[in-house]
């Protein structure tokens, strides 16, 4: 297995972590969040954004980012045909689909409720709109994740 090969299923296994974290958010925490009351759901949501950020996830989901980087330089560097093409485009997707949406969409939303009471009449207001924009924004980086680790591995194979 040569570098380029590495980085690959380095990617792959990182996306797919990442994309299987999302998953679960899509489909189980905010499905299970958004039956409670406001004030409880804003309260977990608030403890759940303090816990996620430790080195286990913030060194899958940046460093997965930062091979990325190192992903699109290797295929530029020793063009491959359809496997270097299969890293760019895997590249692309995760860095825009699943890095930028989170710091452009999902963290902003974090940070405003963050700061919110959970009891405050602002604070459900916030809720009901950070339930479904911030849900819509994570079934996007999900996908993109996902569908970025899957082109990983394809790279791998061609």
């Known amino acids: 297995m040569d570098v380029v090969q590495l980085v690959g299923w380095l990617c792959a ?71 270097s093409a299969c890293l760019l485009a895997a590249s692309a997707l995760y860095v825009l689909g699943s890095f930028f949406v989170t710091m452009r969409c999902n963290v902003p939303r974090n940070e405003a409720l963050a700061v919110v009471s959970p009891d405050s009449a602002e604070g459900e207001r916030l809720w009901r709109d950070y339930l479904s924009t911030w849900t819509r924004w994570n079934h996007v980086r999900c996908v993109a994740s996902l569908g970025a680790g899957g082109l990983f591995g394809a790279a791998n194979m061609v």
């Open 13 to 83: 296994l990182g996306a797919g972590a990442i994309g299987g974290f999302f998953f679960a958010f899509s489909v189980c925490v905010m499905g299970a969040l958004g039956r409670q009351p406001a004030p409880l759901a804003i309260a977990a949501m608030q403890a759940i954004n303090i816990v996620v950020l430790n080195a286990l996830f913030l060194g899958a989901f940046l460093g997965t980012a930062a091979l990325c980087l190192i992903a699109v330089g290797l295929a530029l560097l020793d063009w491959q045909g359809g496997s």
